[in-house]
């Protein structure tokens, strides 16, 4: 079974930037990223579950959603088996837990069969 682990969360002002990590677990690492789309999710408190962006497995193909389009941006280093999402010009707004997921496709959590337990990204002065 492949398990997911993202990194890279925390804390920053508005206007902040944060890179998150999405890797396969340690128990998982015979899973080959790169064989899979990989997709990043993000849960408010109250809010249900909603799609940030996606990667097709080889990377040529992307996906945003309309609010976050042109602050972040996806990519994945296949060769060492993680997927990035790069956050820049935060909101408080994008206050959530981040999620990665495997084997989907799109922007719909129903899509996706593997994930990870989240990383939280609070933005706040």
């Known amino acids: 079974q492949l398990q997911l682990v993202e990194s890279g969360g925390g804390l920053v002002q508005p206007g902040g930037s944060l890179r998150l990590s999405c890797a396969a677990s340690r128990s998982a690492s015979r899973f080959t990223l790169g064989y899979y789309a990989i997709g990043w999710f993000r849960q408010a408190p109250g809010k249900e579950r909603e799609g940030v962006s996606s990667i097709s497995s080889s990377g040529g193909s992307t996906n945003y959603a309309d609010s976050i389009k042109g602050r972040f941006t996806i990519s994945r280093d296949n060769a060492e088996n993680t997927v990035y999402l790069q956050m820049n010009s935060l909101k408080p707004e994008d206050t959530a837990i981040y999620y990665c997921?495997?084997?989907?496709?799109?922007?719909?959590?129903?899509?996706?069969?593997?994930w990870g337990q989240g990383t939280q990204v609070t933005v706040s002065s």
């Open positions: 997921a495997a084997s989907g496709y799109g922007l719909d959590p129903k899509n996706y069969r593997y």
